[in-house]
């Protein structure tokens, strides 16, 4: 072999060696960044790309931390609302006032599910709603696993509704939902009262509808961040749900 085939496989094999090491030190870059990341700023990212949200946009993200499938690994709900851009849109549109007395309503609340064991965040779960008033989560347990389940309460205009998830495959599935109240402040207002009781026909539980009464509606100030107080106005049942774990919703007799 010359001289010159010698020096040049040596600067070929020194250049390969100098590549496979950065790419090493790269891939542990990676790594260590995957590792180190916290869920805010994982959710924070994931939000902002899925929903196009421009760095200079202000809006509200919260995050709620339980465990919602069959791991030891701690999940979450992520709550994103996006009024200051509801407000932009409408002003926008020259529709301003029309848009208020509507309440704002349009996808700018959503919810994301984070996966603990995968370490992954879903894609964007609209609730097209009111953009003045926050999504109200509650975990509560109703699918008979060890697990939490979770409800998602929204409104739109003077009326509130109810969706009620189950975690199932690593994605939140909506298997029921009810309104809260409607006509609020109204002559016809009417309001829900809910219990759960043991099922059916599954191990998830049945959903029990009674008509309800606000007892706190004469405090109503602003329709879109009113807590209302809703007690049981009589026995009579209006409605049972059972669940069929076939077709994987709720379903009524009555």
């Known amino acids: 072999m010359s001289k010159h085939n010698f020096i040049l496989l040596s600067l070929i094999f020194s250049l390969l060696f100098f590549s496979c090491d950065r790419k090493k030190e790269d891939d542990n870059s990676e790594k260590d960044l995957k590792t180190t990341i916290t869920l805010e700023e994982m959710a924070k990212r994931h939000v902002e790309a899925t929903l196009n949200i421009p760095h200079d946009e202000n809006y509200t993200f919260s995050i709620h931390k339980k465990h919602l499938d069959n791991d030891t690994i701690l999940d979450a709900i992520i709550l994103v609302n996006r009024l200051n851009f509801a407000l932009d849109e409408a002003a926008k549109s020259?529709?301003?006032?029309?848009?208020?007395?509507?309440?704002?309503?349009?996808?700018?609340?959503?919810?994301?599910?984070?996966?603990?064991g995968l370490n992954k965040i879903s894609p964007e779960i609209p609730l097209p709603s009111s953009a003045h008033s926050l999504l109200k989560l509650n975990f509560t347990s109703f699918s008979g696993n060890e697990y939490t389940d979770f409800t998602i309460d929204y409104k739109i205009r003077n009326s509130q509704f109810r969706n009620y998830y189950i975690v199932i495959n690593h994605t939140p599935v909506r298997v029921f939902q009810w309104k809260v109240?409607?006509?609020?402040?109204?002559?016809?207002?009417?309001?829900?009262y809910f219990e759960f009781e043991r099922g059916s026909y599954?191990?998830?539980?049945?959903?029990?509808?009674?008509?309800?009464?606000?007892?706190?509606?004469?405090?109503?100030?602003?329709?879109?961040?009113?807590?209302?107080?809703?007690?049981?106005?009589?026995?009579?049942?209006?409605?049972?749900?059972?669940?069929?774990?076939?077709?994987?919703?709720?379903?009524?007799n009555k």
Request: charged share 30%; glycine share 6%; hydrophobic share 35%.
């Open 181 to 192: 109240y409607d006509y609020l402040k109204e002559q016809n207002e009417e309001s829900y």
């Open 94 to 116: 020259g529709n301003s006032a029309k848009a208020a007395d509507l309440g704002f309503i349009g996808r700018y609340n959503s919810l994301f599910y984070f996966d603990g």
């Open 202 to 252: 599954s191990q998830v539980k049945d959903i029990l509808i009674f008509k309800g009464v606000i007892s706190n509606n004469k405090e109503v100030d602003d329709i879109y961040n009113f807590e209302p107080q809703i007690k049981k106005s009589g026995l009579e049942l209006i409605h049972r749900f059972f669940f069929l774990d076939k077709e994987f919703k709720y379903f009524t």
